[in-house]
């Protein structure tokens, strides 16, 4: 069944399809991944006579959507295009652009999938994606947890360099949960020269207590470290995974979030509503 039929099945309107529009929408498909467009580019990719093809490109170019300089030139993205593009971008925030890497993360290992920013010494979740089995790491948005003991905090705490980790901690030893014993801030640094080595940071049973977790940065166009994916489960369950595998997730999940976030210059981040006493983070659900 060809691509068209199957979303033609999925979707009863695509099945009465307004014929000009359809045109129109190929047209601004084909412009996703191409910087120009030929007449005969146009009639091939969309199937419509040469004809067709050039009125399309034409009415294009009537209102901004595509520039053609000389009368036998291709045709490249015109400046209504690029306003659209840029006021669209510009309105999203972090969540909205990330979410969809942390649906594909939960699709492709199903276990919660995270994002986290970094606030002072605090790791701060701003959503999540959960996973479908019973037991399992729950939602934490809005959750504010100690950098140093999370997964997601010490992936963005290893961009800080070892002055501005001694300025976030001034002191030797960091403060600690209930449940672990006091960490030294030059252990901490030696952990943190690791996570950068590697690529990617580990939270065993450190943040909550019967969860391991993996997470990795997100980088916008000039490799600035704007958020964190953090993938966590129910350490019973995560420690029989095959070895690597929640790493190379995490870190292929961010490299294509890496990648939406530098095209989209316009991505900004919100205020989290923040919330120190949460619930334990994994619990079963029926």
Do not use: W
Request: with cysteine; charged share 20%; glycine share 8%.
């Amino acid at each position: 069944m060809s691509p068209e039929a199957e979303r033609s099945a999925d979707n009863p309107a695509a099945l009465y399809p307004v014929g000009s529009v359809s045109k129109a929408l190929g047209l601004l498909g084909l412009l996703k991944d191409r910087r120009s467009l030929r007449v005969t580019e146009v009639s091939r990719e969309l199937g419509i006579a040469v004809s067709t093809a050039h009125r399309l490109l034409a009415m294009f170019e009537q209102f901004g959507f595509l520039e053609q300089h000389g009368r036998n030139s291709v045709y490249t993205i015109g400046s209504a295009l690029l306003e659209i593009s840029m006021s669209i971008s510009g309105q999203l925030d972090i969540e909205t652009a990330m979410r969809p890497f942390l649906k594909d993360l939960v699709r492709e290992v199903n276990e919660t999938a995270l994002l986290c920013v970094l606030r002072g010494s605090q790791a701060v979740y701003l959503d999540a994606v959960e996973s479908t089995h019973g037991v399992r790491a729950v939602s934490q948005t809005g959750r504010s947890l100690p950098a140093h003991l999370t997964a997601g905090g010490k992936a963005l705490l290893a961009e800080s360099s070892p002055a501005d980790i001694c300025r976030i901690y001034p002191a030797e030893y960091i403060g600690r949960l209930a449940h672990k014993p006091q960490i030294a801030r030059s252990a901490l640094l030696l952990e943190l020269r690791s996570i950068r080595e590697r690529g990617y940071a580990m939270d065993a049973e450190e943040g909550d207590q019967h969860l391991l977790a993996c997470a990795a940065v997100v980088r916008d166009g000039a490799g600035v470290a704007r958020a964190s994916i953090v993938l966590a489960g129910p350490a019973s369950r995560v420690a029989r995974y095959e070895p690597g595998r929640l790493p190379a997730a995490v870190q292929a999940a961010c490299a294509k979030a890496s990648a939406a976030l530098a095209s989209a210059p316009g991505v900004i981040q919100r205020p989290a509503p923040i919330s120190v006493d949460a619930p334990a983070a994994a619990r079963r659900r029926e």
